[in-house]
């Protein structure tokens, strides 16, 4: 339960019911689906199918057969053999081949979420104690899909706001300089044969709007925090990524500590977030590495890996210039240790 509630996307939230309802009651299939209004799945996630017998198997499917069923009444169905049941339709030639089968609707009131499958029970047929358990697992699968729901719904609205806040940050000062520099440069043209002295003047002009107008961008861009930066916090935002990537990257371990909080400004706690971010977005990419570790300290933040390393003397593409210029903007230093064969280490004062 505790598993199904951390996760906060409705994709994670799905994908970890299914895996703990197969863990759980011992199936070799599990899947769930949850239905859109064309007679077909808006997300259809599964556990127990590798990817390449998933693209065997091809589309997803309709909302028919026992499948449909399952979306249209709001009870369980536990059956011995799926096959021999009237309401059976087919599968594809890829598809596994299901025996026992027990269906769960995940129901809020009266309306149906969606519905998990089970099928192929390891040791012996589905049982009345194993309906229960999933009865108990998809009323805790409903909390989380409609609490993540409401989360993705609340981030996409924040966005949103964000989005016209910048847009009329823009319009109001930057655009309206622009405008300005516009028309200034068009009359400093006009009067460069005919009275260099003025188009001078007009030049001048243009110089100051264009300063004018780069401070507000900087002012604007500024502004433009990470949400989650400033409602969670440095340490809690970098747990976050480091908890996600873990569990995207699943051939990496990755390690994230804590040995004394530092106490940073926000530009200072953006930068650290940014150079981590870029950071291990390389190790991730790049250094084959089986651990990577970040560490916050009280001088700052490290991203160490145990990859295949570089030459960071001779080292494009990485974003390491961009990494050192915002740290150089926070008040703090970057450093870079690697070697080829020797893993590589990205340190930020602050």
């Given at each position: ?149 409401l989360y993705e719904r609340s981030r996409e ?101 804590v040995t004394v909080q530092p106490r940073l ?28 570790w970040v560490t916050l300290t009280a001088q ?51």
């Open positions: 339960m505790l598993a199904v509630s951390r996760q906060l996307s409705v994709k994670e939230v799905l994908q970890t019911i299914v895996t703990v309802a197969r863990d759980l009651l011992d199936a070799e299939y599990a899947a769930l689906g949850v239905p859109d209004d064309q007679g077909g799945f808006a997300e259809f996630v599964v556990d127990g199918i590798t990817d390449e017998q998933w693209d065997a198997i091809g589309p997803l499917p309709r909302q028919h057969g026992l499948l449909g069923v399952m979306l249209r009444e709001a009870k369980p169905q536990r059956i011995d053999d799926v096959r021999e049941d009237p309401r059976f339709g087919w599968w594809p030639a890829a598809h596994p081949v299901l025996a026992d089968f027990l269906g769960m609707p995940i129901m809020d009131g009266d309306d149906i979420l969606g519905a998990i499958y089970l099928a192929n029970r390891r040791s012996g047929k589905f049982t009345e104690a194993d309906e229960g358990t999933l009865g108990v697992l998809a009323a805790h699968a409903a909390i989380a899909l409609t609490n993540a729901r609205l924040t966005l949103l706001e964000e989005r016209h806040r910048v847009a009329r940050e823009l319009h109001d000062a930057v655009a309206q300089k622009l405008f300005s520099l516009r028309l200034t440069a068009s009359a400093a043209a006009a009067l460069v044969q005919t009275d260099p002295q003025r188009a001078a003047a007009r030049l001048e002009e243009v110089g100051t709007l264009a300063a004018q107008a780069a401070e507000e961008l900087g002012e604007v861009v500024a502004e433009l925090r990470p949400r989650e930066l400033a409602d969670a916090g440095l340490v809690e935002t970098l747990r976050r990524r480091v908890n996600l990537l873990g569990r995207v990257h699943t051939t990496t371990k990755l390690h994230f500590a400004s926000p530009s200072a706690e953006e930068a650290a977030l940014r150079v981590v971010e870029e950071a291990l977005h390389n190790a991730l990419r790049h250094a084959d590495a089986a651990n990577i700052g933040v490290e991203v160490r890996d145990d990859g295949v390393g570089f030459d960071p003397a001779g080292a494009r593409g990485l974003g390491l210039a961009s990494m050192r210029e915002r740290a150089r903007r926070a008040g703090g230093s970057l450093t870079v240790s690697s070697r080829p064969g020797g893993g590589t280490r990205i340190r930020m004062v602050l």
